[in-house]
């Protein structure tokens, strides 16, 4: 079985980690955000580190999505302030995976997973070949290729929502509860190819999820809301 901390994947790509003391890449000082009568999230103080892993927690409503959305920079707070990077190569590259999964309903798996490819960011098509079908094979999806998205249930287009995301190579992900749809061990299983991009190339992961086996398992920072609050950021192991 795929283990991230001895893998024998054959990603290809540069490893970013640089050696260097952590770098904050997003910061939020008394962020609040207010829609209509309904304030969302409330004075909010956090910073994500470069290479951190941090897990998003709380019960529905709790603020999770909205918190997401403004680390990305889909909206601004209504007052306090958003330092984030910009979704732009020279800086940062953020990429989002939100509950509306985005992919192409009419076009295959496959030719949904080819959208990614950006000749900047790979040597070949070949090196990009590979990266896709290494994902795909480490996420057992390399058989339902030919299926069309409209076809595939909730779990698969989940994988390939994530495969797609991670075939861009970004710094940053951000990802709102991309296990919804999956059984725990195949949400296991995919933490540990997000795990393993974080330890291999710094990927940055801020993840919301509702599944508190998933959180125990990894270690990451816990940041848990509680009706627009950050009630809590640490490690799992004092919650
Ligand atoms: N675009 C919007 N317009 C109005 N109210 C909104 C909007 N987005 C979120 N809200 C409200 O803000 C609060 C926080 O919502 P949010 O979607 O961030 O919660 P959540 O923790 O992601 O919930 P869930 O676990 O159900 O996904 C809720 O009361 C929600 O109804
Ligand atoms: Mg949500």
Redesign the pocket.
């Known amino acids: 079985m795929f283990q991230s901390q001895n893998n024998n994947l054959g990603f290809t790509g540069p490893n970013k980690s640089s050696g260097l003391p952590p770098v904050n890449i997003i910061s939020l000082h008394d962020a609040s955000v207010k ?2 009568s ?1 304030h ?1 999230l409330k004075n909010i103080e956090l910073t994500i580190a470069k290479g951190e892993i941090v897990f998003v927690t ?10 997401l959305r403004m680390l990305s920079g889909d909206i601004a707070p209504t007052s306090g302030m958003a330092k984030h990077p910009f979704s732009r190569r020279e800086e940062f590259f953020v990429a989002r995976v939100f ?1 509306d999964l985005r992919l192409i309903p009419e076009l295959t798996c496959e030719a949904n997973l080819n959208i990614a490819y950006d000749p900047s960011l790979y040597d070949s098509r070949k090196a990009f070949e590979k990266d896709k079908a290494e994902l795909c094979r480490v996420l057992s999806v390399s058989d339902r290729m030919k299926l069309k998205i409209k076809d595939a249930n909730g779990g698969l287009q989940q994988k390939i929502a994530i495969i797609r995301t991670l075939l861009t190579k970004p710094d940053v992900l951000i990802a ?2 991309p296990t919804s749809a999956l059984d725990s061990d195949n949400g296991k299983r995919l933490f540990e190819v997000l795990n393993y991009f974080n330890m291999k190339r710094g990927m940055t992961i801020v993840w ?1 999820t ?1 599944d508190k086996e998933l959180v125990k398992s990894f270690s990451g920072r816990i940041l848990h ?1 509680d009706g ?1 609050r950050l009630v809590y950021s640490g490690h799992a192991c004092f919650i």
């Open positions: 829609f209509d309904v969302a709380g019960a529905s409503g709790a603020g999770k999505t909205t918190l509950q709102d509860e919301a509702h809301l627009g």
